[in-house]
Antibody, heavy 122, light 106 residues
Framework: EVQLLESGGGLVQPGGSLRLSCAAS????????MNWVREAPGKGLEWVSA????????YYADSVKGRFTFSRDNSKNTLYLQMNSLRAEDTAVYYCAKDRFRGSYAGPHDHWGQGTLVTVSS | DIQMTQSPSSLSASVGDRVTITCQAS??????LNWYQQKPGKAPKLLIY???NLETGVPSRFSGSGSGTDFAFTISDLQPEDIATYYC????????FGPGTKVNIK
């Protein structure tokens, strides 16, 4: 059974940093691209970032480019999202999500974690 | 960036009704279009991928169609458990979601 478990959310001041993690199990982790998607309170879904299966390439939404860094450790089946220069508008539940197809990136997301809440406030 | 619009933003229908949601892309995305269901407090769930392919385990009352810029998502026999917000998502370029359609039971 595919499982994705996010952690690392919490309260941080504007301008601060936070690192989210997502532990994966139940599938061949190193063969699939992975994603982060967020949901701000009362708002819709926003794709944030994707990383290739090898970790060699990462892609970002314009809203986080230059501030967020997506990485993965295939030996630990774990994803990381380093978030710097955080703003109030980054407040959201952050989900990690698995791509459905091997070898693609940022394609259909067939499994999702339960999400972790990030609150940016003074 | 490719922009996605959805219509309507919300709807109310009766159990057993046929419900259709439309999604339009700002440019041609071929069939690189997915549909998700999200219930309050839960993670989204993939229902349809590549415009018309039903995800494994998803009831056959859900269906999708379209290509290019215009797409449709249909629930053929609305059930109480279908109360949720539905999102389209394109992935022809970096992914973007539509604003969502909230479905309620009348």
């Amino acid at each position: 059974e595919v499982q994705l478990l996010e952690s690392g959310g919490g309260l941080v001041q504007p301008g601060g940093s936070l690192r989210l993690s997502c532990a994966a199990s139940g599938f061949d982790f190193s063969s699939y691209a992975m994603n982060w998607v967020r949901e701000a309170p009362g708002k819709g879904l926003e794709w944030v970032s994707a990383i290739s299966a090898s970790g060699g390439s990462a892609y970002y939404a314009d809203s986080v480019k230059g501030r967020f860094t997506f990485s993965r450790d295939n030996s630990k089946n774990t994803l990381y999202l380093q978030m710097n220069s955080l703003r109030a508008e980054d407040t959201a539940v952050y989900y990690c999500a698995k791509d459905r197809f091997r070898g693609s990136y940022a394609g259909p997301h067939d499994h999702w974690g339960q999400g972790t809440l990030v609150t940016v406030s003074s | 960036d490719i922009q996605m619009t959805q219509s309507p933003s919300s709807l109310s229908a009766s159990v057993g009704d046929r419900v259709t949601i439309t999604c339009q892309a700002s440019q041609d995305i071929s069939d690189d279009l997915n549909w998700y269901q999200q219930k309050p407090g839960k993670a989204p769930k993939l229902l349809i991928y590549d415009a018309s392919n039903l995800e494994t385990g998803v009831p056959s009352r859900f269906s999708g169609s379209g290509s290019g810029t215009d797409f449709a998502f249909t629930i053929s026999d609305l059930q109480p458990e279908d109360i949720a917000t539905y999102y389209c998502q394109q992935y022809a370029n970096l992914p973007t979601f539509g604003p969502g359609t909230k479905v309620n039971i009348k």
